[in-house]
């Protein structure tokens, strides 16, 4: 059973940078998507970026241009690089596998 565990959550500035990691236990190269989700207290959850096992991306245009999202499966884990914040990317983040295995989430908080 493929288990997910989140760091690198914190409190920032707005427009500093945080990197998420994701660890995989078990082998990340038998999961296809990895995504990153975010869900801001009264709102629904929402995709930030999944990337394929091949390397495919997808990013939210809420986010484009200033999150990155990586994986390592040498080492089986998930990155998601996020630059320019602001205090609206403020989120409880969750890593995702295959759309069907949640992590317990990283709280973000960016402050004006």
């Known amino acids: 059973q493929v288990q997910l565990v989140e760091s690198g959550g914190g409190l920032v500035q707005a427009g500093g940078s945080l990197r998420l990691s994701c660890a995989v236990s078990g082998s990340i190269s038998r999961i296809f998507v990895m995504g990153w989700y975010r869900q801001a207290p009264g709102k629904q959850r929402e995709l930030v970026a999944w990337?394929?096992?091949?390397?495919?991306?997808l990013v939210a245009d809420s986010v484009k241009g200033r999150f990155t999202i990586s994986r390592d499966n040498a080492k089986n884990l998930v990155y998601l690089q996020m630059g320019s914040l602001k205090p609206e990317d403020t989120a409880a983040y969750y890593c995702?596998?295959?759309?069907?295995?949640w992590g317990q989430g990283t709280q973000v908080t960016v402050s004006s």
């Open positions: 990337i394929t096992r091949g390397g495919g991306t």
């Open positions: 995702n596998a295959d759309q069907r295995i």
